[in-house]
């Protein structure tokens, strides 16, 4: 529109989008669902025989069965599990290798022989990359006024870590979001609080091949980008959903 007094007769607020970091210091549990949608995957318990007959065989540092499949069963290379009902040889092991019939160890064990109540089973949970894209309700709280803002569809774009020499292993979450709110009261209520685990430093750790120690460590980073992001569309001032991209991994 022209007009003689040359100013701006209206306007409109842009597309709404969120983008920022969220910093931490890395325990354990803390950050489980963060680390889910930064990986679009979902966290599952690792291997699990059932009640089978297992030995232990001291050369080699083996764990063997004559029937079944330690692969098939969802066992991997670099696995911690725990031998359960075999002696003196219960306890938690690294896995090394693992064939059909038999599982290396990074741990010494014994020979023994089972009689079919053994169980060997991956401790924990994995989370491998996936395809789901997990989106959060995110509050900034403002503690002097009591008032929060709310950003809704937020998704993990970018994870990365750092550990390094004398330091608490810490990182921070990429976010990418689709819309926000104007500062009011929480949309959250009472959400249950994180837990209190102490955070990891980098005093402990090794590179290793097969157990054996093949580096000296002088720090490790790595990142993983999702290369997500929303797009303004007609009709609506927000983006209608957060899109995918390719999954990189690199450090």
């Known amino acids: 529109e022209v007009r003689s007094d040359r100013q701006i007769a209206d306007m409109r607020h842009g597309f709404e989008s969120v983008q920022g970091a969220i910093g931490f210091e890395f325990s354990l549990g803390a950050f489980d669902d963060f680390v889910e949608a930064a990986l679009g995957g979902t966290w599952a318990t690792g291997g699990d025989t059932s009640a089978t007959t297992l030995n232990t065989v001291a050369s080699g540092n ?43 160890v990074l741990e010494t064990v014994t020979d023994e022989s089972g009689d079919a109540d053994e169980t060997v089973t991956v401790v924990g949970e ?27 569809g937020c998704a993990v774009n970018n994870w990365s870590m750092q550990i390094q020499p004398e330091q608490i292993v810490g990182g921070s979450f990429d976010i990418v ?17 994180a837990p209190t685990n102490s955070p990891f430093d980098a005093f402990n750790g090794t590179i290793s091949i ?24 007609v009709g609506s001032t927000s983006s209608p959903d957060i899109f995918d991209g390719q999954f990189n991994l690199e450090g």
């Open 210 to 233: 097969e157990g054996a120690s093949v580096a000296v460590v002088t720090g490790l980073d790595f990142s993983v980008s999702n290369n997500r992001n929303v797009q303004p569309v």
């Open 126 to 152: 994995k989370c491998d990359v996936g395809t789901a894209v997990n989106t959060f309700t995110i509050e900034r709280r403002f503690t002097d006024i009591t008032k929060y803002q709310v950003f809704t």
């Open 177 to 193: 979001g689709m819309a926000f709110a104007a500062v009011s009261g929480s949309s959250l209520g009472s959400p249950a609080a």
């Open 62 to 104: 083996k764990i063997t069965r004559g029937s079944g499949s330690f692969v098939s069963d969802g066992f991997k290379a670099g696995d911690i599990v725990a031998l359960a009902d075999l002696g003196d040889n219960d306890g938690n092991y690294t896995v090394l290798s693992v064939a059909a019939l038999e599982m290396v």
